[in-house]
Nanobody
C-alpha cells in the first residue's frame, strides 16, 4: 500500500491549507498524524465507516474527509495557528474497522508533507 501526501506549504496564521493523501487502495481506517520539531508524533484526525475523530487542539478548525471511492484522504485546515506547524502524515490501519489513536496499529505511512504557519 502506497500513500502519497501533498498540499503542505507555508501560510500565515489564520490561513487555510488542504492536505491530500492518495492511496493505492481502500482501507477502512485512515488518519492524519503530525510531528513538530522536538515533539512526539500525535494524532490529528481519523475517519472510518462510523465516525470521524479529532484531536481537541484541532476540533472546529480541521475537517477530515475521503473521496467517494475512499482512495483519497483529505484534511482541510482552517484558522491555522503557529502551533500547527509540523510534518503531517497520512496513515492506514489495515486491520481496524474503528480507528484509534494507537499509532502502533497504523501499518502504512506516507512520506509526510510540511506545514509551516507563521505568526
Amino acid at each position: 500500500v502506497q500513500l502519497v501526501e501533498s498540499g503542505g506549504g507555508s501560510v500565515q496564521a489564520g490561513g487555510s491549507l488542504r492536505l491530500s493523501c492518495r492511496t493505492s487502495g481502500y482501507r477502512t481506517c485512515m488518519g492524519w498524524f503530525r510531528q513538530a520539531p522536538g515533539k512526539e508524533r500525535e494524532g490529528v484526525a481519523t475517519i472510518d465507516l462510523a465516525q470521524t475523530r479529532y484531536a481537541d487542539s484541532v476540533k472546529g478548525r480541521f475537517t477530515i474527509s475521503q473521496d467517494n471511492a475512499k482512495v483519497a484522504l483529505y484534511l482541510q485546515m482552517n484558522s491555522l495557528r503557529p502551533e500547527d506547524t509540523a510534518m503531517y502524515y497520512c496513515a492506514i490501519d489495515p486491520r481496524s474497522y474503528a480507528c484509534t489513536w494507537d499509532e502502533g496499529r497504523y501499518k502504512y505511512w506516507g512520506q509526510g508533507t510540511q506545514v509551516t504557519v507563521s505568526s
